[in-house]
């Protein structure tokens, strides 16, 4: 069965400086991935996806992941946070676009 | 375009009464989906449907709660007995099929006693 991991439960950046966000998965076959972000008393919002092609893929709000097979990873990237990135993220994997899972996600703080 | 709906927001009931949560999918969205959010963890899908058909319940307590997703556009996701365990934020999400991008409403809070 597939897993997420995301090993950072809480991360603080400063406003202007540059965001990683690790993601590692369990998957037997090739995965299709996600990141979505949360924002109190919000919903779910697609960032971006991977289920082929290029490893590097680019999302909305300036985002970015790179898919890495070797080390299972599809860490999120973005060069430089702003103060409206404060927020939940959370990686997904799934069979296709359905019967996702999702990791327990990581709070994005943003200091000034 | 409008999102997902759901009612209400936020809900609080003691133990053992009983609750039920609506959401209303984009429109023309076939695939619709309910999933639970405790606190301090990814959201867990609960139960997919295809249309108004059942595609996949195999992670709802069948014993408590039920769904149903009647003409295939809104669907009612109910507990009954509710128990302290299933205080939670439930989310539908919806998708234009079974294999395009999810989209989720804002959530129902629920809060037992």
């Known amino acids: 069965a597939q897993s997420v991991t995301q090993p950072d439960i809480h991360i603080t950046v400063s406003e202007g400086a540059s965001l990683e966000l690790r993601c590692n998965y369990s998957y037997g076959a090739t995965p299709y991935l996600f990141w979505y972000v949360q924002s109190p008393g919000q919903g779910l919002q697609l960032l971006l996806k991977?289920?082929?092609?290029?490893?590097l893929v680019q999302g909305i709000k300036g985002f970015e992941a790179e898919f890495k097979r070797s080390q299972s990873s599809f860490n999120l990237r973005k060069p430089s946070v702003h103060w409206s990135d404060a927020a939940e993220y959370f990686c997904?994997?799934?069979?296709?676009?359905?019967?996702?899972?999702f990791g327990t996600g990581t709070r994005l703080l943003v200091s000034p | 375009e409008a999102g997902v709906a759901q009612s209400p927001r936020y809900k609080i009931i003691e133990k053992r009464q009983s609750v039920a949560f609506w959401c209303n999918p984009i429109?023309?969205?076939?695939?619709l989906y309910w999933y639970q959010q405790i606190l301090g963890q990814g959201p867990k899908l609960l139960i997919q449907?295809?249309?108004?058909?059942?595609?996949?319940d195999s992670q709802l307590p069948k014993d408590r709660f039920s769904a149903e997703r009647l003409k295939g556009v809104d669907s009612t996701l109910k507990i009954q007995p509710a128990k302290l365990e299933d205080s939670a934020v439930y989310l539908c999400?919806?998708?234009?099929?079974?294999?395009?991008?999810?989209?989720f409403g804002p959530g129902t809070r629920l809060l037992v006693l």
């Open positions: 997904a994997v799934g069979t296709g676009f359905q019967k996702l899972v």
């Open positions: 999400a919806s998708s234009l099929d079974a294999q395009e991008t999810q989209y």
């Open positions: 449907f295809q249309n108004n058909g059942v595609v996949d």
């Open positions: 429109s023309g969205h076939a695939t």
């Open positions: 991977y289920f082929s092609g290029d490893t």
